[in-house]
């Protein structure tokens, strides 16, 4: 399975910036799919996922400003990113949690990370 990340780059304060992901390979089911960040120094956080009905879960530091939204048929997820700021800079990392085969468990799948940089 292989995820793949696109967007990012750099922005001033206030404003907004896409992130796409993109799972392919051999594989079952996408459950959850979303986006993580991390800073140096610091644990990446959960920003917004989706489940497999595409219903989306978002950190409290979201409030309102960034939109996920989910392809089943393509396999992807994009976050809407508005209103960003300074705090937003971070790399952020899409998940796939996707069941490979008939195995029991699913696993999940990082992609390389895309940087987003907000300038005040």
């Known amino acids: 399975v292989n995820v793949v990340e696109s967007g990012g780059g750099m922005v001033q304060a206030g404003g907004s910036l896409r992130l796409s992901c993109a799972a392919s390979?051999?594989?079952?089911?996408?459950?959850?799919m979303g986006w993580y960040r991390q800073t140096p120094g610091h644990e990446r956080e959960m920003v917004a996922t989706?489940?497999?009905?595409?219903?989306?879960t978002y950190a409290p530091f979201v409030r309102g400003r960034f939109t996920l939204s989910r392809d089943n048929f393509d396999n992807t997820v994009t976050l809407q990113m508005n209103s960003l700021e300074s705090e937003d800079t971070a790399t952020y990392y899409c998940?796939?949690?996707?069941?490979?085969?008939?195995?029991?468990?699913?696993?999940?799948?990082w992609g390389q990370g895309t940087q987003v940089t907000v300038s005040s």
């Open positions: 390979g051999r594989f079952l089911t996408i459950f959850e």
């Open positions: 998940k796939a949690n996707v069941k490979v085969t008939l195995g029991p468990r699913p696993a999940d799948f």
């Open positions: 989706a489940n497999i009905d595409g219903r989306a």
